[in-house]
């Protein structure tokens, strides 16, 4: 879910400056307008080390009118604290209703850190999860406007802001050994946020992610989520606890697609010669994987003409027969209409050691039913969880998911779409159907950045394939299940 | 929240005959009824060991037309099931739209008998919950009718159905040897029942407690339980899967008060004699207490001239002064009332080692403000899980939570306040709210009754407090708290 805040996302000085004189002006009217109304408003302030969740907090106390501000920082327990039920400590700093108060740090802290430590286990951690998820619902039922905010930076975003910060002899003390010790395990720590967010991120308390590289855009981000979820909540005081979550659009028009660098390329020769190799790995792997009974279920989903079908015959093609299965999805049978729609899709679930390949699958619902309206929106927005939970115990039970997005841009489409026009054995595969997707192409991009968003999971990550270049992509696809699939095998 | 299920519910043979034949119609004709439906009906079949689950299965294959009932048992997983995450047995079995499957056993079956065994630890049994919780509201988002029938027989219930089969020749082989091995457990094993059933508890798939004492209520309840699920669902298709669980009223009329024996009493000798020695104890036991860090926190409540003071007088002559706080719950104070509810009960959480008695408490949300119509419905109704959290973070926090309704009757109240009317310096106990409170006593009845089937639970249990008899209520006060404080103890 970290990969959409990613994108390199920032604000020119001159842009800052505009945005910023109407954001003031609007932050100390919506703050007035608080007076008298039955909400307190909630603000976590929480995220990676270095992405200045502090100087956040100081412009918020800047932009805001201090005086009706209430700012807390958790650090160690008091002794006071010590000696009562943990949550003590946040029920005396809650904001009454009217005002503001910035958490800086939060209930969350304390469960994250000590998962990272070692000091809980994955159980434990999801149990917290769920317990404040229930705090938190009980606040906002209670008609409190809970604003979470995850400053993120990327490993290397955070290892360049600590060398900045180190090279500025009035900033050097900000970055202290520990944070350099916490680098060290940024990927486990990565992937322990990513579980503790994705869990506690509910309709009525949504996890925003703000891209933290840069400065004006992480403040300005901040403080128009926090105008934005008080104007919303003022507009319209029914919460709907159920509804699914739906995040702000935090910078129109990037996706995460934009970040799949498509000029990459390889020539035939290296190609040829590491396909072989490749193959020769996997069919190795796969056959050890069956003796340990470890099954692998890979998904194929990508634009049309994207080069899907190519890439799984070379999948397929150094995999033993018996060992293998590749499933086409298609409309779904009378038999599977009558069930609930994943029904299709876990009765193919293979036995341990086997390989599945799906061309095309579950991903269907948020992608072409998204798309086509085929699926009404409460529907897809609520297949997105439903799909996790899919994949999760897919993934409990020792099954390797990996899943590929190829990707290539309209021109190439375009490209692909009018040679198999002209090629006679490739005509069979252009249909008019084809060329209607087209003109879709933008909700899909729309749809596959949520898509990537909400689904690539610690245990079942996407893999964007830049896929301009076919050779290039089928490399990727099989580099990908190597790595994995060793990952697996220890 | 097994006590409301410990009543004694029974149906006579001949009321159970005429029942049986208009059931047996509808059923039929509901059966029929779904014939097209978008609806699969699912029935889960679970509960203790001898409460007659296989015969409620036999019954209803009886009563509805067994062409088009589907039935699984789950048994020992196949080979082809270990090979597969654990959940697909279950998927492979649900019924498709229009159909019912009873499935005896269920995806509830293997969580608590592991827990039971010591296989997994409770925040893993709480997880397991929390999965299960998700994967029955995908299906009943998806349009399946879900029934959770858990079957229940108290400990000794269960102990003379066991001796009664053995009896019976035919019938002995339905008894075995391990059946009288977790009887041995039954305490233990309907603790984690309790917190299993209160965890997966949902508005759009309640639990359903039956007594199963008695076969004929029992299987009368089950197949009627079935129908109002079908028939509810089918008027409203539209599921609000955030709304508060509501439980059928099983019995008409019978409430947890009517299992309260008022008919306890203690001559004044033997009270004086007891009562010295139990407050010498709780002393003992509070500074023992003291010194380990273990706070105690006595809630009462009760009918009013139900003899709350003079039994919290009584406990609080037991402790020295310096370890304990008294807090008489008024209406809440303007700083109060802008914030949460549970705010002013948590800001006197009391620090490690204290004894806190509260007279009147937070329970006053789903006693007189659901009662008075203060609160709505959605509040005062999501209050319960509120409090039930609120309590478990007491008790995590190593805090002993006693919680005492004073019960007297009707009559009882009546010669009170009369004697109150009468006697100078109790005059100004008894006001004109009292006489009004009397005049709800229905209505306060189902109130508690409702407070101790949802929020007696296994780490906060009520405790019901014969009181027609002041002396012996008092004495019952003080046993349970010094029971209560030696198990904390150890």
């Not at 439903?386 to 897919?394: A, P, S």
């Amino acid at each position: 879910m970290f990969e959409t805040a990613e994108l390199g996302r920032s604000i020119s000085k001159k842009d800052y400056k505009a945005r910023v004189a109407d954001l003031r002006f609007e932050m100390l009217q919506t703050q007035f307008g608080l007076h008298g109304a039955k909400h307190p408003v909630i603000v976590l302030i929480s995220g990676v080390d270095g992405a200045g969740k502090g100087e956040v907090v100081n412009r918020l106390n800047e932009w805001f009118d201090s005086r009706e501000l209430e700012i807390h920082a958790y650090g160690v327990p008091s002794d006071e604290e010590l000696e009562r039920p943990r949550f003590w400590r946040f029920w005396r700093t809650l904001p009454p209703r009217g005002r503001i108060g910035i958490l800086f740090g939060s209930w969350y802290t304390q469960p994250i850190v000590d998962r990272a430590a070692g000091l809980i286990d994955a159980d434990h951690l999801d149990a917290e999860m769920h317990r404040i998820a229930r705090f938190e619902r009980m606040l906002v039922e209670d008609g409190a406007i809970l604003v979470k905010l995850w400053f993120h930076l990327s490993r290397d975003a955070q290892e360049e802001r600590f060398r900045t910060l180190e090279a500025d002899k009035h900033q050097a003390w900000r970055v202290t050994p520990q944070d350099w010790k916490n680098f060290e395990h940024y990927g486990k720590f990565r992937k322990i946020c990513e579980r503790a967010l994705r869990q506690s991120d509910k309709s009525y308390a949504p996890w925003l992610v703000i891209e933290s590289a840069d400065a004006r855009y992480r403040d300005v981000t901040a403080a128009e989520a926090i105008l934005d979820a008080i104007k919303g909540r003022l507009a319209n005081p029914r919460i709907d606890t159920e509804a699914a979550v739906v995040h702000p659009d935090l910078d129109g028009g990037k996706t995460i697609l934009d970040s799949v660098d498509l000029t990459k390329t390889i020539d035939k020769a290296s190609y040829e010669k590491e396909l072989i190799k490749l193959q020769a790995r996997i069919n190795k792997l796969t056959w050890k994987a069956n003796a340990e009974g470890i099954s692998t279920l890979c998904v194929f989903e990508g634009w049309d003409a994207g080069g899907k079908g190519g890439a799984i015959r070379r999948l397929t093609g150094a995999v033993d027969a018996k060992l293998q299965n590749v499933i086409s999805i298609a409309a779904p049978t009378e038999e599977e209409r009558a069930q609930h729609y994943l029904w299709r899709f876990w009765r193919h679930v293979p036995r341990a050691g086997r390989v599945t390949v799906y061309d095309r699958s579950w991903y269907g619902r948020v992608l072409v039913e998204r798309v086509e309206g085929f699926a009404e929106e409460s529907v897809w927005r609520r297949a997105y969880s439903e799909i996790n939970e899919f994949e999760e115990q897919l993934t409990e039970a020792g099954i390797v998911v990996c899943k590929f997005w190829l990707h290539i841009d309209k021109d190439e489409q375009e490209r692909r779409f009018k040679e198999r026009a002209q090629i006679a054995h490739k005509k069979h595969k252009l249909t008019d159907e084809d060329w209607r997707n087209r003109e879709r192409w933008d909700d899909y991009r729309e749809a596959v950045d949520e898509m990537v968003t909400r689904c690539s999971t610690e245990f079942a990550p996407w893999t964007l394939v830049p896929a301009n270049d076919k050779l290039y992509a089928r490399l990727e696809v099989l580099r990908t299940v190597v790595r994995r699939l060793k990952d697996a095998l220890g």
